[in-house]
């Protein structure tokens, strides 16, 4: 068996640099009122606190030393009176504290996620989903916690602590002095294990993370893992990632219990050395029964104070730790944003350029998915896009929906560099219809609407129409308020592929970008998107990449593209005749539809 401790080196070494606590303290800004009340009314319970040893003294003075009854009666009294007022108070300050925390979660997930939504999409190539979610999920519920609890928590013992400092004093100065040994070794413990543990709080979020992330993307393929009987080695991948964040938590109690533990053997010898001297003074007669249990009650909240305060700083490194990777995330800025003063676009034409383009993914400018692309398309124009796969087809879409920008060259729209526009008004004009069909989980009627949110129902029914889908549609027992799983699953292939156009007809856009939408169906599926797709090209500037000639054969025009170059362009007939890799292409093709296969 693996040794968790050795598991936990492996955890990634790149941690992120502490938070300041004035940033930390930013997030709790629009609370501050809330905090605050809660914060008083812990002042309120904290001052019957300090009352408190001092009654319990003279219920022993009644007791032992008077014998008076009825002023041990009084004493009690006045006791359960504050008792009382401290529950009342304790219950509307947790009623406030935590209500408060669930509104700051809620805005800080809601905050996090609203700047990962318009992220560029070459943040999420090297970001797992699942450790994304960890970080809106554990390390918010860290920041929550630290803010409404335990920071309100730490002023409630640093003033419980100067209270009851000053009590002692006044009622006995040595005895108070011998109190104060136990608090120079738990500030220093607290420093020394403060550090241990803010590392290991990182490390432990980013572990869960990992793990986080490893679930998350085996269940979402979960069809696939079955598939090649793979479920096996996915539960051993996912749990080497539990083990790694098992031997960071042992690590972390390790330190954690080290640390409490010393502080309470510190605390409780300076408790038992009062008792001691304090002992010493009652025999001497320079102390009653009662005055020494007030003092030891008074000693002992020292403790509570000095332990908490040591606790809180170790849970402010682990604050920062935790925050550390929040921060991280919302100071990262997506590539692709707004000029400072964009070009206004209302209605385009839809005439597209690529000016010279060069184009690199990541960060080594050498290994170009584009080279030098020049290419002009009018309005209205069917261009299809065909070649080898990596030739920079995608890439060409990529640039058009302004996902990257290129590192040579621009991307024009109505001659207009797309870098002058804003992305939405850009984006508005196209739609999308992948091969890959992505939809989300909840019902047909909300997955058409991502089209275009205010569409009517009319709208809704006739796009579906116009895209042959309102049939099987309708035959659905739910209609357009059917479920259809996640990503889809309820439906086919091909009813996937028609809500996309469906989709793609409610946008009603000036420029159509189609990935072979046909080329993954049975003949009559295709049949019937193929016509759908036709009706939605009519007057409209239309992309095709064409993974099957057969597809390119209807653009206008086509471009055959090559390692990242466009290497010819002409209609079917001229390519065939002039170009070897598209009358390669062809051949290879028609082979395939000889032998039974649809080319």
Same mark, same amino acid.
């Given at each position: 068996?693996?040794?968790?401790?050795?598991?936990?080196?492996?955890?990634?070494?790149?941690?992120?640099?502490?938070?300041?606590?004035?940033?930390?303290?930013?997030?709790?800004?629009?609370?501050?009122?809330?905090?605050?009340?809660?914060?008083?009314?812990?002042?309120?319970?904290?001052?019957?606190?300090?009352?408190?040893?001092?009654?319990?003294?003279?219920?022993?003075?009644?007791?032992?030393?008077?014998?008076?009854?009825?002023?041990?009666?009084?004493?009690?009294?006045?006791?359960? &009176?504050?008792?009382?007022?401290?529950?009342?108070?304790?219950?509307?300050?947790?009623?406030?504290?935590?209500?408060?925390?669930?509104?700051?979660?809620?805005?800080?997930?809601?905050?996090?996620?609203?700047?990962?939504?318009?992220?560029?999409?070459?943040?999420?190539?090297?970001?797992?989903?699942?450790?994304?979610?960890?970080?809106?999920?554990?390390?918010?519920?860290?920041?929550?916690?630290?803010?409404?609890?335990?920071?309100?928590?730490?002023?409630?013992?640093?003033?419980?602590?100067?209270?009851?400092?000053?009590?002692?004093?006044?009622?006995?100065?040595?005895?108070?002095?011998?109190?104060?040994?136990?608090?120079? !070794?738990?500030?220093?413990?607290?420093?020394?294990?403060?550090?241990?543990?803010?590392?290991?709080?990182?490390?432990?979020?980013?572990?869960?993370?990992?793990?986080?992330?490893?679930?998350?993307?085996?269940?979402?393929?979960?069809?696939?893992?079955?598939?090649?009987?793979?479920?096996?080695?996915?539960?051993?991948?996912?749990?080497?990632?539990?083990?790694?964040?098992?031997?960071?938590?042992?690590?972390?109690?390790?330190?954690?219990?080290?640390?409490?533990?010393?502080?309470?053997?510190?605390?409780?010898?300076?408790?038992?050395?009062?008792?001691?001297?304090?002992?010493?003074?009652?025999?001497?007669?320079?102390?009653?029964?009662?005055?020494?249990?007030?003092?030891?009650?008074?000693?002992?909240?020292?403790?509570?104070?000095?332990?908490?305060?040591?606790?809180?700083?170790?849970?402010?490194?682990?604050?920062?730790?935790?925050?550390?990777?929040?921060?991280?995330?919302?100071?990262?800025?997506?590539?692709?944003?707004?000029?400072?003063? !964009?070009?206004?676009?209302?209605?385009?034409?839809?005439?597209?350029?690529?000016?010279?383009?060069?184009?690199?993914?990541?960060?080594?400018?050498?290994?170009? &998915?584009?080279?030098?692309?020049?290419?002009?398309?009018?309005?209205?124009?069917?261009?299809?896009?065909?070649?080898?796969?990596?030739?920079?087809?995608?890439?060409?879409?990529?640039?058009?929906?302004?996902?990257?920008?290129?590192?040579?060259?621009?991307?024009?729209?109505?001659?207009?560099?797309?870098?002058?526009?804003?992305?939405?008004?850009?984006?508005?004009?196209?739609?999308?219809?992948?091969?890959?069909?992505?939809?989300?989980?909840?019902?047909?009627?909300?997955?058409?609407?991502?089209?275009?949110?205010?569409?009517?129902?009319?709208?809704?029914?006739?796009?579906?129409?116009?895209?042959?889908?309102?049939?099987?549609?309708?035959?659905?027992?739910?209609?357009?308020?059917?479920?259809?799983?996640?990503?889809?699953?309820?439906?086919?292939?091909?009813?996937?592929?028609?809500?996309?156009?469906?989709?793609?007809?409610?946008?009603?856009?000036?420029?159509?970008?189609?990935?072979?939408?046909?080329?993954?169906?049975?003949?009559?599926?295709?049949?019937?998107?193929?016509?759908?797709?036709?009706?939605?090209?009519?007057?409209?500037?239309?992309?095709?990449?064409?993974?099957?000639?057969?597809?390119?054969?209807?653009?206008?025009?086509?471009?055959?593209?090559?390692?990242?170059?466009?290497? &010819?362009?002409?209609?079917?007939?001229?390519?065939?005749?002039?170009?070897?890799?598209?009358?390669?292409?062809?051949?290879?093709?028609?082979?395939?539809?000889?032998?039974?296969?649809?080319?």
């Amino acid at each position: 068996m693996s040794d968790p401790f050795r598991d936990a080196e492996e955890i990634r070494d790149d941690l992120a640099p502490p938070a300041d606590l004035k940033r930390i303290l930013g997030l709790a800004r629009p609370y501050v009122g809330s905090l605050i009340a809660a914060t008083s009314l812990m002042l309120i319970g904290t001052a019957i606190g300090l009352v408190t040893p001092r009654v319990a003294g003279g219920v022993v003075d009644a007791a032992l030393v008077d014998g008076n009854l009825d002023r041990l009666n009084r004493i009690v009294s006045a006791l359960i &009176a504050l008792f009382a007022a401290l529950g009342v108070t304790t219950y509307v300050e947790h009623y406030v504290l935590r209500t408060t925390g669930a509104r700051m979660l809620l805005d800080l997930r809601h905050h996090l996620f609203d700047h990962l939504a318009v992220l560029s999409p070459d943040f999420y190539e090297n970001r797992p989903v699942g450790e994304l979610l960890s970080r809106m999920g554990t390390d918010l519920g860290q920041v929550q916690a630290s803010l409404t609890n335990r920071i309100p928590s730490g002023i409630s013992a640093v003033l419980r602590f100067i209270g009851t400092l000053a009590i002692l004093l006044v009622l006995q100065t040595k005895l108070t002095l011998v109190a104060l040994i136990v608090v120079p !070794p738990v500030v220093l413990l607290a420093v020394y294990f403060g550090r241990k543990l803010e590392r290991l709080s990182q490390q432990e979020r980013d572990a869960t993370a990992a793990a986080g992330a490893r679930a998350e993307e085996t269940l979402s393929g979960i069809r696939t893992v079955q598939a090649f009987q793979r479920e096996g080695e996915e539960v051993r991948r996912y749990f080497g990632k539990l083990r790694s964040l098992l031997g960071v938590q042992i690590r972390n109690a390790h330190v954690e219990g080290a640390f409490s533990g010393t502080v309470q053997f510190a605390a409780y010898s300076a408790f038992a050395v009062v008792m001691w001297y304090g002992g010493r003074l009652m025999l001497d007669g320079a102390l009653t029964p009662g005055e020494l249990t007030s003092f030891l009650l008074y000693t002992f909240s020292i403790a509570v104070s000095v332990g908490t305060l040591g606790s809180l700083y170790a849970a402010f490194r682990e604050l920062r730790g935790s925050s550390a990777r929040i921060f991280q995330l919302l100071d990262t800025l997506p590539t692709i944003s707004d000029p400072e003063h !964009p070009v206004p676009l209302r209605d385009a034409r839809g005439e597209l350029r690529l000016d010279h383009v060069d184009f690199a993914y990541g960060d080594d400018p050498e290994r170009l &998915a584009l080279r030098d692309v020049d290419l002009v398309i009018e309005p209205g124009e069917v261009v299809g896009l065909v070649g080898p796969s990596g030739a920079g087809k995608s890439t060409v879409f990529n640039l058009l929906l302004r996902y990257h920008d290129p590192v040579a060259g621009n991307v024009q729209l109505d001659g207009i560099d797309l870098r002058h526009l804003r992305v939405d008004d850009v984006r508005r004009h196209i739609a999308v219809v992948p091969q890959d069909i992505f939809l989300m989980s909840g019902s047909i009627e909300e997955n058409l609407r991502i089209g275009r949110l205010d569409a009517s129902d009319d709208e809704i029914r006739r796009a579906a129409e116009m895209a042959g889908a309102a049939e099987f549609i309708e035959r659905l027992p739910d209609g357009y308020g059917s479920e259809i799983g996640q990503r889809g699953v309820r439906l086919s292939g091909g009813q996937r592929q028609r809500l996309a156009i469906a989709r793609a007809f409610l946008r009603d856009p000036t420029i159509l970008l189609l990935d072979e939408a046909t080329s993954a169906l049975d003949p009559d599926s295709e049949q019937r998107v193929q016509e759908a797709l036709t009706e939605l090209m009519k007057g409209r500037t239309t992309l095709v990449i064409a993974h099957r000639l057969v597809t390119a054969r209807r653009a206008d025009r086509i471009l055959v593209f090559d390692d990242g170059r466009i290497v &010819a362009s002409g209609t079917h007939d001229e390519l065939y005749e002039a170009n070897e890799l598209y009358r390669r292409y062809w051949t290879l093709q028609s082979m395939q539809f000889q032998e039974g296969t649809s080319p």
